[in-house]
């Protein structure tokens, strides 16, 4: 078993309305940790755990000015705080800002230029092509005249998406386009949409361009996705493989419902060869789509991510290596990679949200965006589970979390009803509605 840390530096975390902030939270408070988590307001789920020692306010990231100032002063008047990032965003920020902040946190910090390279989607695929991980075909046109230019050898239909989503300012997942005069249309407006915070422009300005991606057809669910951890000489040290079974949206989404299945041991020994081209060590979450017999690489997330208490769960503590590898203790890390082997193989584990997914699967149904049978189906999926299942948020030795999570789905869904009913109802807001409704209070009536 892996040694106790007998100094256990103070742990800051951000991002309290992130799942995987609010896993790191309870891991790190369970292991004696003290845990200082802040965020822009006071309501953020994360912030609310028990084994949260402290609640302190920060400024939003974006634009990342203030935030950086606020985390040196941090620093400065609380020296030797473990910080790891929850988003791409931050592990931007932090990279780009560590010389600034090295002097007064512990950090697992890789180089900027390696985040860079992972977190571009043109880049990415070239160290995918270089590491023998294959990608969906892409386009990466400057403008709308190179688009149109190349539009006869663009293979439809296509996703038009961002290069990428650090600063964002919608951390869209991409839209949708069938023919040449959507593809055209749909790439000016996605450029009007989806701007970037003016420092990433000037330091990735190709990046905060759209690009077109082709569309791999019947892979809305069952996506592959690995998530572990590699060192600073990119061997991954553990690695846990799962099945996206149900995302939201439908189409284009994150995962609802996982399920644990069995790590392809080439896929892990290739992402050992992508993070050592890129220069990246720490967390990772990679996601992949089936193309016949194919696996197409289409994410790399270089942090902390939401689903992490189902890895925590299923013996691989992504929190506790990255405080070992902050740490520089060498003999603890190996340790853990021990540990998290032995507890490797499956054993009909499953993830999910479930008021999320009882929400979308009630109200799916109620509009008939999703048959009797599909809804029985899931909901009979989670009976099934109910013994192994990890939530995103539940714990009944924490409730507070789930608590103000769930009072912040329902006021959002209440203050965006289009938006509710487009990601969650699976439905065109509006559309439908009424026939709907019609068909209800006729039976009804009868």
Not at 210 to 223: A, F, L, N, R
Not at 249 to 256: E, F, N, S, T, V
Request: net charge positive; with cysteine.
């Amino acid at each position: 078993m892996t040694k106790p840390i007998t100094e256990k530096p103070p742990i800051l975390l951000t991002s309290a309305d992130y799942y995987g902030t609010l896993a790191a939270a309870r891991l790190l408070g369970q292991q004696g940790f003290r845990v200082t988590m802040a965020h822009p307001d006071g309501t953020a789920p994360a912030s609310w755990s028990r084994y949260v020692a402290r609640r302190i306010r920060c400024p939003r990231l974006s634009p990342p000015g203030p935030f950086i100032r606020w985390l040196i002063e941090f620093g400065r008047k609380n020296p030797g705080h473990l910080y790891y990032p929850t988003s791409d965003d931050h592990a931007w920020v932090i990279a780009a800002h560590a010389a600034e902040l090295t002097p007064y946190f512990t950090m697992l910090a890789p180089p900027l230029a390696s985040l860079e390279r992972l977190l571009d989607k043109a880049t990415l695929h070239s160290l995918c092509a270089e590491a023998g991980i294959e990608t969906p075909r892409a386009w990466y046109p400057r403008d709308l005249q190179e688009l149109e230019r190349i539009a006869g050898d663009v293979t439809l239909p296509v996703l038009i998406k961002q290069r990428t989503q650090v600063l964002s300012s919608t951390h869209s997942k991409g839209v949708e386009a069938s023919t040449v005069s959507e593809m055209l249309a749909g790439f000016e407006r996605f450029c009007r949409q989806n701007l970037h915070d003016p420092a990433i422009q000037r330091s990735r300005p190709d990046a905060c361009r759209p690009m077109i991606q082709e569309y791999v057809s019947g892979v809305d669910d069952g996506t592959l996705i690995i998530a572990g951890f590699a060192d600073r000489d990119g061997r991954v040290l553990a690695a846990r493989a799962g099945i996206k079974v149900l995302q939201r949206p439908r189409r284009l989404g994150i995962a609802l419902c996982l399920e644990e299945a069995p790590l392809p041991e080439k896929l892990v020994a290739a992402l050992g060869r992508l993070c050592r081209a890129a220069g990246y060590f720490g967390v990772f979450h990679v996601e992949f789509i089936r193309a016949g017999d194919r696996l197409l690489l289409i994410d790399f997330n270089p942090r902390y991510y939401h689903h992490m208490s189902f890895e925590i769960a299923r013996g691989m503590p992504l929190p506790l290596f990255v405080v070992h590898a902050a740490l520089g203790d060498k003999a603890a890390l190996a340790q853990l990679a021990v540990d998290a082997r032995e507890s490797a193989e499956p054993a009909g584990r499953a993830f999910t949200h479930w008021f999320i997914l009882r929400v979308m699967v009630t109200g799916q149904r109620l509009f008939g965006a999703m048959t009797p049978l599909e809804a029985k189906g899931w909901r009979q999926w989670a009976r099934a589970h109910r013994g192994a299942m990890t939530d995103a948020v539940w714990d009944r030795a924490d409730w507070k979390p789930w608590f103000l999570d769930s009072a912040g789905h329902l006021a959002d869904w209440m203050r965006h009803p289009r938006a509710f009913m487009r990601r969650t109802l699976g439905m065109r807001p509006w559309q439908g509605l009424a026939p709907r409704w019609a068909v209800l209070v006729e039976k009804g009536g009868k």
